[in-house]
DNA sequence: CTGTATCCCGTCAGATACTG
DNA sequence: CAGTATCTGACGGGATACAG
């Protein structure tokens, strides 16, 4: 059983051994969900609005090292994929929230086990990275 | 709750807001994981070899668009943090296989998760993106 | 406050050629 | 077969300045 193949439900095709002819197309667009969800700070941001609709000011301040070009990016991104919602409010001084949709709520939960994970393990991969390392002296 | 407290079983160091002071270091490691996870064909390498070991060769076969060059880096990337086992024969011609580790397979369930949420959701947000397009005519 | 515009550099990643 | 070496263009992303 391949996983590709058990997440869109289509066939095998069975041209050889167990998981071979993966669908090119599933690939292409399993890369496309994966460059968004797997960029520099998505993944952060949609776990940070879990709580609750953010301002611009308020993500600049809780993801550190983000720059504004990026924050707006991302969210630009974000927000034409559908993945948070953009709130303008006509103020002075202006305000924008910036919220989760039903469709990224469905995504926190895999974020948030990823994050889990990379907690869990992050100490044993920087030991694996060190070993790995000290065995091949200089590159 | 925050997601980042809960996640290494911080404490939220209760600063202002319900997930404010996000802990940089926290922060960092997510983003080095996600680095890893989120790159360009890491996931999709780690999903192939769910079944099995594979070979150098049969990666570069069931991978549709990957360079040797991207193969092989990934692959050493992937062995240098442990998510990979690297096994050569010393036969003529040579053999190498690659596969997943104990640590590797516990990503490997979320990493199917993401490609299945990937595959239920890549229409949605194709759609989504191309309304937002055409919502601004020329960017 | 909430962005956009510009400059700029480092890294990513493909193509190609070569080696054990 | 299983890679490495080198060159190169594209793009991500930071700093800074400016705008609504």
């Given at each position: 059983m391949c996983v590709m193949d058990q997440a869109a439900g289509t066939e095998p095709a069975a041209s050889r051994g167990p998981c071979a002819a993966i669908p090119a197309e599933q690939m292409a667009f399993i890369r496309e969900i994966l460059d968004r969800v797997g960029d520099k700070w998505s993944t952060l941001i949609i776990a940070l609005l879990e709580d609750g609709p953010l301002r611009y000011s308020d993500l600049q301040h809780d993801v550190?090292?983000?720059?504004q070009r990026m924050l707006s990016h991302t969210l630009r991104q974000l927000h034409q994929d559908g993945l948070v919602t953009r709130t303008a409010y006509a103020e002075v001084p202006p305000r924008v929230e910036y919220a989760l949709t039903p469709l990224s709520r469905s995504l926190l939960d895999i974020v948030k086990q990823l994050i889990g994970w990379a907690s869990d393990h992050h100490d044993e991969i920087r030991r694996n990275r060190a070993e790995a390392e000290t065995a091949v002296p200089r590159r």
């Open positions: 550190p090292g983000i720059s």
